[in-house]
């Protein structure tokens, strides 16, 4: 039942080396990547450049990800985080992230330009994949999905060469159980949306956190 269970046979105890460590369903991880710098440590150049480092080398990992290149094992990394607008509008909500940031992990990168969305027209171009951390910080809009079944936000952004428009699907709070990492905020999906889809109007599914559509 555990690591030199008295009741566990010679030949499973003798030189086991193996130890147990607790694990609750509260606990939650709060950066399943490398930590963001503060503002207040962005003022040193050293951090600045340390982020920039981190920045290309998640947008190559993406991008990796992404191609078939490196294959997805379940790693996940910040991508960025909640601006104070969104989680003002949050708060009118009733809705209190764990964190400000946004991770995402391999296998939904894949999960985003896989094949099968290809064909059906639904993928985001895969040139797109390094420039996710970019689209987040920068959206054309913010919009809050009313009925989802957890609290999610859409961030909206153009696609070169489309008439649809780009959409990143963020679950707020969410436990991703193919990382068995506690509640964060997930880009979930991603793919391309018509701009009808995203109308903005009284008793629609999305209302407008910020931006335009």
């Keep these: ?95 209190d992230p764990v964190t400000r940031d946004i991770g995402i992990g391999d296998r939904q990168i894949v999960h985003m330009f896989r094949e099968m969305k290809r064909r059906r027209g639904q993928a985001l171009p895969e040139s797109l994949a390094p420039r996710l951390a970019e689209l987040l910080a920068r959206p054309k809009a913010v919009l809050y999905d009313t009925q989802a079944a957890s609290p999610q936000l859409l961030y909206v952004f153009e696609v070169p060469g489309e008439a649809r428009l780009g959409k990143l699907a963020v679950k707020l709070g969410d436990r991703e159980k193919r990382l068995d990492i506690q509640r964060h905020n997930w880009v979930a999906t991603a793919g391309l949306v018509s701009r009808e889809q995203l109308t903005v109007r009284p008793g629609a599914q999305y209302e407008l956190v910020m931006g335009s559509v």
């Design 1 to 95: 039942m555990h690591p030199r269970d008295p009741k566990a046979p010679p030949g499973e105890t003798i030189n086991c080396g193996c130890e147990s460590l607790p694990m609750m369903v509260s606990w939650e991880v709060t950066h399943p990547g490398a930590k963001p710098f503060t503002p207040d440590e962005m003022a040193n150049p050293g951090a600045r450049q340390a982020a920039e480092v981190r920045e290309r080398d998640t947008a190559d990992w993406a991008a990796a990800v992404a191609s078939g290149e490196q294959r997805a094992t379940g790693e996940a990394r910040t991508i960025g985080s909640l601006a104070p607008a969104i989680v003002a509008f949050l708060a009118g909500k009733h809705v």
